[in-house]
T-cell receptor
Framework: AQTVTQSQPEMSVQEAETVTLSCTYD???????LFWYKQPPSRQMILVIR??????QNATENRFSVNFQKAAKSFSLKISDSQLGDAAMYFC???????????FGKGTRLHILP | KAGVTQTPRYLIKTRGQQVTLSCSPI?????VSWYQQTPGQGLQFLFE???????NKGNFPGRFSGRQFSNSRSEMNVSTLELGDSALYLC????????????????FGEGSRLTVL
């Protein structure tokens, strides 16, 4: 079964600095999708960034980028120029081809220090 | 376009009771997924429905059930509530690529916060 592991329950970063959130996953599939979702204190989860496993190029969305290492099964999220609005729970997620479901990690709570 | 709507937002029940939660997906979305969120376990997958059919189910006891109607609205039911069922229940809809949910973006509702006393 596929699993997603986020080893950092909480992290803090100074405003305007860069922070990297870690995620590893386990799968026997070769084709799949990886996601980072953000859940602000108001609770509604939104998609931050998506990576297709067959694409070697790392996905980027404005200040958010990923470091996708397929062989190592690692998928980290880098947030540049951190802003107060980035404070949230961040979930790493996996979507395989065999099941119609997306599996989430336990999340990393990110604090932004002014 | 209206987002995903979940009702009720908050509810309190006692052990042994049952509860029904409702989810209205984004118009045009035919896939609805349900998750249970607790502080220690993160998001755990409950089940996913597409065109009124349950396509996938997580590792939850049979007390947890769901269904989807022809208008794509979905309900989940928990019978014989236990203290451990206290959680935020999240619903997410997706258009999916060719009906598949794993490839695309999930759009979440604000959740239903269930407290079991």
């Amino acid at each position: 079964a596929q699993t997603v592991t986020q080893s950092q329950p909480e992290m803090s970063v100074q405003e305007a600095e860069t922070v990297t959130l870690s995620c590893t996953y386990d799968t026997s599939e070769s084709d799949y999708y990886l996601f980072w979702y953000k859940q602000p204190p108001s609770r509604q989860m939104i998609l931050v960034i998506r990576q297709e496993a067959y694409k070697q190029q790392n996905a980027t969305e404005n200040r958010f980028s990923v470091n996708f290492q397929k062989a190592a099964k690692s998928f980290s999220l880098k947030i540049s120029d951190s802003q107060l609005g980035d404070a949230a729970m961040y979930f790493c997620a996996y979507g395989g081809n065999r099941d119609d479901k997306i599996i989430f990690g336990k999340g990393t709570r990110l604090h932004i220090l002014p | 376009k209206a987002g995903v709507t979940q009702t009720p937002r908050y509810l309190i029940k006692t052990r042994g009771q049952q509860v029904t939660l409702s989810c209205s997906p984004i118009s045009g979305h035919r896939s609805v997924s349900w998750y249970q969120q607790t502080p220690g376990q993160g998001l755990q997958f409950l089940f996913e429905y597409f065109s009124e059919t349950q396509r996938n189910k997580g590792n939850f006891p049979g007390r947890f059930s769901g269904r989807q109607f022809s208008n794509s609205r979905s309900e989940m039911n928990v019978s014989t509530l236990e203290l451990g069922d206290s959680a935020l229940y999240l619903c997410a809809s997706s258009s999916g690529l060719a009906g598949r949910v794993n490839t695309g973006e999930l759009f979440f509702g604000e959740g239903s916060r269930l407290t079991v006393l």
